[in-house]
Each structure stands twice: as structure tokens, then as C-alpha cells.
């Protein structure tokens, strides 16, 4: 793994600024992105040289929002919306979940994602330990944190903040520093004022980031306003929540004044649309937070309200929503659509380090295999990638220069085996 020579391969760079197609080459130095460009370049003897022929090399895609061990819950229940599915029909399920469980669900995602080419995911859930313990042994890229819901007496809310704080203390920088760690209240709606307060001075105290669930559907902005007075952006804030570096999944149903107040903040938002989409919960005003400056990115969120974790999926419904609902098929171009899942959503989880192909960028990069007949004609790749790729056209991906997918076989994990452990801990959960 010291040295990798993707050789005559073309690449969709993602660096800032215009789209930047290029037939060439690029090194990889000890995880690191080295050099790339047109030029040939010098490499050692011992190089690992890739054939780039017929494959286009992208950066890695970025997945901001999602609960990997629900992957078990996969099917379970559709068809209802946001409150009635997770109160009858989530909650009493996760409430059987042993680690065995989180470790079968986490593996079942994890594999999926890769096999998919994301190299990097957002994950808020509980038995952290688990999801953590299965990225760093698969080599996948996340960022982690134990979600926490305040409807419960003080002493429990006290032992999950302290769960909460030992994971990310434990596990920030694990895993040679793919995974990083931040501190989550649930929602507004889940979660009493004042322990949103005590998350947010532990995010201070440790120097993390926060990561909620905030304005999905009408009913629980609605619920806001009856119980605290304000909307929810206006009640996070004066809880002090953007004191610290946000992430917010969803961010549905939002003012003017508060796309506005969010911008000012520097909040970064995961856009779920399919989720969205599939519990009813209403589509996100995505141009006009596009204009506003906010960080956008893109999220599965979990299995059991998408129901997978393909997020060239994501990108196409991202491309495609917004224009159906404004009646403008200006609305999120596709080069925009394919920055959200890469370069975009790296920002708006401030990983500084990935998300483009550059030199000095962590090498988390796939390879699509473009020699089939719906990358045909050679028209415009980008717009291939938006409207007609899928997750399946992933040929290889590597994660830090290590290679964890090869011709569609996962080299760190065995499927059989993790297609085994997960439909056994489902029928564990239906007992
Ligand atoms: N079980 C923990 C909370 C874990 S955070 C993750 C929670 O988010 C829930 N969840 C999954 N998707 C969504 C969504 O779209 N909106 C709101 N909650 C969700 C999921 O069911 C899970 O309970 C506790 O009691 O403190
Ligand atoms: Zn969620």
C-alpha cells in the first residue's frame, strides 16, 4: 500500500471551481493523493500499478446522515409517517437490539456502502462501541456519534450524555484517524431544553462538533412552537447550539428567517430527500439554501426510511426533486448534485481532507466501470454519474489508499457472512 499508480485512467477531480475532467494519472503516496494530471509521472519499482482503462476515478462519496445498524430493520415497516414509525414501530424494535445487533446492522451497512462507493459516513445510534469497532476493522472512513433521547428521568439522561462523552472521547482519531466523533441531542422535540444545554457545554469542553435531527416534518415544528414558543432553528439557537460547528438532518420545513439565521451560523445541513420523500415528511427548500451559502450535503439517513444506502440514488433524487417541485430544471444541476455527495458534503462535515481528488488530499477514491452501455455516447460523464449511474457501476474503491473494494468483491469483510449474521439477528429482534 505504499505506492499506487493509477495508470491512463480518466478522473472527475472535484477540486473547487469549474468541472475538472481529465484523461491521465494519478499517485498515491502512503494514503495520500501525490500527484495527479495528464503528464506520466516517476514511480518506484514496487509500485502497485492500476489499469485505468475503461474506469473513471471520482472522489469517494460522503454520506452526512444515517443509522447503520437500523440496516437490520431493512423492510420492516413502510408507509407510515415520521412520529407513528418511530414510536410503534422503531423504538420497540431498537429496544431489543443487543451489540450483537448493532455489530450484524453496522457490518450489513457498511458493506452496502462501500459496495456502493461511499468511503465516508455520518452515523448517530447507540452502542456506538460497535459501529466504531466495525469501521475500523472494515477500513471505511466515519464520523460517529451516540444520538441521545431526553425522554427519560434525569439519571438516565445523565448515563447517556456520560456514554455519549466516553464514546467520542474514547474514539476520536481511531482507526489511524478515519474516525472522528461528535455529541448529539436526538431532536428539539426529543430532547428537554436543559439537556440539549448540558450537550452542548460538553461539546464545548471536549471541542466537538454537534449533530441533531431538526425540522422534518410540520407536526414537530409545530409541537415547538406550542411547548417552547419559536420555531426550531430560533430554539437551538438560543440554546446556544451553534456555538459549535452543527450538522442538521433535514432541515424540511424552514422560514426565510431561518435559512437566513442559519447561513449566519455557518449550520451545515444533510439533505435526505429519499427519506424525506418515503415518510412524507415534505421537501427541503434545497435552492434556495443552495443561494443562501449553507452547507449543504447528502444523507441516506437509515435503511428502514430509504431503503438503501446507494447514494448515487440520493444524487439523481437530489438532481431531480427540486426541479418537479419548483417547475425549474435549473433548480440543483447536476454537477451541483454530484458536489453535494462529495466535495460539498466533506465541507459541510469540515473533513478538510477529502472529498476532491487533489495532491495532499487523503486517497479515498473509486472507480466506476464506464464500459457499459448506459455511459454511452460519451456525451458529458458528469451528467452520466447524476442521471444514469447507480451504486452497482462501483468497480473498486479504496479508503486511505487501501483498497476495499476490488471488481465489486469486498477485500476487509465477508459478505456471506454478513448477509448471515443479519437476517439471524432479525429473526433474534422478532422474538
Ligand atoms: N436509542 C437512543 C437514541 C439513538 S439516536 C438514533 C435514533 O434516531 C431514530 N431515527 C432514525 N431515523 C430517524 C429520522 O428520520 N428522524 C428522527 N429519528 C430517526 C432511530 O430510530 C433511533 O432511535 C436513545 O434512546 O437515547
Ligand atoms: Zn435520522
Redesign the pocket.
Known amino acids: 500500500m505504499s505506492q499506487i499508480w493509477i495508470k491512463n485512467g480518466a478522473f472527475i477531480t472535484m477540486a473547487a471551481g469549474e468541472p475538472q475532467l481529465l484523461t491521465g494519472h494519478m499517485v498515491v503516496d502512503q494514503g495520500v493523493i501525490s500527484y495527479i494530471g495528464e503528464q506520466a509521472p516517476q514511480v518506484s519499482e514496487q509500485a502497485d500499478i492500476i489499469d485505468g482503462k475503461g474506469l473513471l476515478f471520482m472522489p469517494g462519496l460522503v454520506n452526512t446522515h444515517g443509522?447503520a445498524a437500523?440496516s437490520l430493520l431493512r423492510g420492516f415497516s413502510d408507509d407510515l409517517n415520521?412520529q407513528v414509525w418511530?414510536q410503534e414501530k422503531?423504538?420497540p424494535m431498537?429496544a431489543k437490539y443487543e451489540n450483537a445487533d448493532t455489530r450484524a446492522g453496522s457490518d450489513l451497512a457498511i458493506a452496502e456502502m462501500l459496495l456502493s462507493g461511499t468511503t465516508t459516513f455520518v452515523d448517530?445510534?447507540?452502542r456506538m462501541d460497535q459501529v466504531a469497532q466495525a469501521a475500523v476493522d472494515a477500513g471505511i472512513r466515519a464520523f460517529l456519534t451516540?444520538?441521545?433521547?431526553g425522554l427519560?428521568s434525569p439519571e438516565e439522561q445523565t448515563a447517556?450524555l456520560e456514554e455519549a462523552i466516553s464514546f467520542a472521547k474514547q474514539w476520536n482519531g481511531a482507526g489511524d484517524g478515519r474516525i472522528r466523533t461528535m455529541l448529539?441531542p436526538?431532536?428539539p422535540y426529543t430532547c428537554p431544553p436543559d439537556y440539549i444545554q448540558r450537550i452542548i457545554q460538553a461539546a464545548h469542553d471536549l471541542d466537538l462538533p454537534l449533530h441533531t435531527?431538526m425540522s422534518?416534518t410540520k407536526a414537530e415544528v409545530q409541537q415547538n412552537i406550542d411547548q417552547y414558543g419559536k420555531r426550531p432553528a430560533a430554539h437551538l439557537d438560543e440554546l446556544g447550539f451553534f456555538t459549535r460547528p452543527a450538522l442538521l438532518?433535514?432541515a424540511v420545513h424552514l422560514t426565510d428567517e431561518e435559512i437566513e439565521l442559519l447561513a449566519r451560523r455557518g449550520a451545515s445541513i444533510s439533505h435526505?430527500p429519499i427519506?424525506n420523500l418515503k415518510?412524507g415528511s415534505g421537501v427541503a427548500r434545497v435552492p434556495e439554501l443552495l443561494r443562501a451559502g449553507i452547507k449543504l450535503s447528502l444523507g441516506t439517513?437509515?435503511v428502514?426510511?430509504n431503503n438503501n444506502l446507494d447514494l448515487f440514488q440520493e444524487i439523481r433524487a437530489a438532481a431531480l426533486l427540486h426541479k418537479g417541485v419548483n417547475g425549474d430544471p435549473t433548480a440543483v444541476p447536476a454537477y451541483t448534485a454530484l458536489q453535494l455527495a462529495t466535495s460539498l458534503g466533506a465541507q459541510a462535515i469540515w473533513h478538510d481532507h477529502i472529498g476532491s481528488l487533489e495532491a495532499g488530499k487523503a486517497a479515498d477514491f473509486i472507480a466506476i466501470n464506464i464500459d457499459q452501455p448506459h455511459f454511452f455516447p460519451r456525451t458529458d460523464l458528469v451528467s452520466h454519474l447524476v442521471y444514469a449511474a447507480n451504486g452497482r457501476d462501483v468497480q473498486h474503491v479504496w479508503v486511505a489508499g487501501k483498497q476495499l473494494v476490488k471488481n465489486r468483491e469486498l477485500l476487509t469483510m465477508d459478505e456471506e457472512k454478513i448477509r448471515f449474521e443479519a437476517q439471524a439477528a432479525y429473526e433474534r429482534l422478532l422474538v
Not at 146 to 149: K, W
Request: glycine residues 6%; aromatic residues 6%; negative net charge.
Open positions: 443509522h437500523m415520521l418511530l422503531m423504538w431498537e448517530m445510534y447507540d451516540r444520538g441521545v433521547i427519560c447517556k448529539s436526538h431532536g435531527h422534518e438532518a433535514h435526505n427519506s415518510l439517513d437509515s428502514a426510511s
